[in-house]
């Protein structure tokens, strides 16, 4: 495996699971963490099994001015090839702290965002949605270039499924064996006309 197989394999973002963030003044893009996850299990397996987060530690620090700062550490590790390998991330966020308007405000979701925030640098460590952390999301161009690559990967993922019926259907070697595979497609495949005329196609050959 070369050192950037993984990388290239997932450094691309679907901008469909982004989305525009003003984090301290900052324009950001942000993705959606359950994006992150399936991408996460597409490369390593089930989460627990192939990959996962062990030794997860909260902890709080009181500044005294009322402001009160939360932090995580963990050990991200995943199963690449047969090895098992692994590495500490962390995060930091405010859990309670007085507003510009003098208002005193307690984040009562601190630890799962400190959790999905480390997770995300974790994964951007191994290239995960490195397109975003390089900039590459301030060119509208390659957004619409990535967004256009993503949706032909869709229809051609839901393609497959129309290609592995019709040959099934163009296997069958009598009407049993035909009405049973028929049987078996999901309804989606099924109404497909394609499949609908394979099958047709077939029972006539097979009628002769």
Known sequence: MSNLELWNKVCKTDPRHTKKANVGGNKITSICPQYQRMNATEQFG???????????????????????????????????????????????????????????????DWMKKCATDALTKGLSALGFNADIFLGKFDDNKYVQQVGQEAQEEDQRKAYVPILLAIDLINSCKAIDDLKKTWGSLTKPVAANPQVGKAKDDKKAELSK
């Open 46 to 108: 089930s989460f627990g099994d192939g990959w996962g987060v062990i030794d997860e530690m909260f902890s709080t620090k009181d500044f005294h001015d009322g402001t009160v700062l939360g932090s995580y550490n963990a050990k991200f590790w995943y199963i690449l090839e047969s090895d098992k390998k692994s590495f500490p991330i962390y995060s930091n966020t405010k859990v309670a702290f007085n507003t510009a308007s003098g208002k005193y405000k307690i984040d009562e």
